[in-house]
């Protein structure tokens, strides 16, 4: 099986998991205030994988404190999105060659479902990956991003069996926002990045002022309601 097919094999997985597992949970009496911190923290987790992944591994914004770097890693690993090293390849193919026929996820070519399935096209030419592969922790959890995963599992089920569900959840919302984001910050099929909505924005920590960050992809804070890049990476820096 081809890893594109995997990356889809996981994303149905997760969203039948979430589409059975979160009705038995209530339906078996699973508590709401269980389960709104069960959100809000995957919420959490999702937004400060974003930030590992895309303002420090991608475009190196900031340098993050000892605890800081523990913290992010850890979060793109419970949060499933994928490998740090994957997604730093495939970001950077994207800012090379955006909304051309080169491009990983331009949703001028994929389109809205190809782009939700994972069906990104594989990078091409060269992408430089030195200073990447100069973070050494993050170069071991891309090495054993899925040891570290099912260990995650593991550990959330022994903490509460019903935390295995809700890991599915939080994966299934982060990767419909990060499609979300990747289709409508380059305005669909114009092909064209610009900032979405106010309330997406806000879930996504200030990632959606998409065009800002076309512009200038050093930029921290991308515009006045950029919570990631005002407010928590200058509790993560160094």
Not at 125 to 151: C, N
Not at 218 to 235: A, C, E, M, S, T
Request: proline residues 5%.
């Amino acid at each position: 099986m081809k890893y594109i097919d995997w990356v889809t094999l996981k994303i149905v997985v997760m969203f039948i998991i979430t589409v059975v597992g979160i009705p038995a949970y209530f339906i078996m009496g699973g508590s709401w205030q269980l389960a709104l911190i069960f959100t809000i923290a995957g919420h959490i987790t999702n937004n400060l994988a974003q930030i590992c992944y895309h303002r420090w591994l991608c475009h190196y914004q900031f340098e993050p404190s000892w605890i800081g770097r523990k913290i992010l890693l850890a979060s793109t690993v419970v949060s499933a999105v994928g490998p740090p090293g994957h997604n730093v390849v495939a970001h950077l193919n994207h800012h090379k060659y955006t909304d051309t026929e080169l491009d990983t996820h331009s949703p001028k070519d994929l389109g809205w479902w190809r782009m939700l399935l994972g069906r990104y096209r594989t990078p091409s030419g060269a992408i430089p990956m030195r200073r990447f592969l100069r973070q050494k922790d993050a170069v071991f959890t891309t090495k054993h991003y899925w040891k570290l995963y099912s260990g995650a599992v593991v550990l959330h089920a022994l903490i509460n069996p019903w935390l295995v569900v809700w890991m599915a959840f939080n994966f299934t919302h982060a990767w419909f926002f990060l499609t979300y984001l990747n289709y409508f910050g380059h305005d669909g099929k114009k092909a064209q990045p610009t900032t979405i909505d106010f309330v997406s924005n806000m879930i996504m920590w200030g990632e959606g002022y998409h065009d800002n960050h076309h512009d200038d992809v050093n930029r921290l804070v991308l515009g006045p309601w950029d919570i990631g890049g005002k407010y928590v990476v200058p509790l993560l820096r160094k």
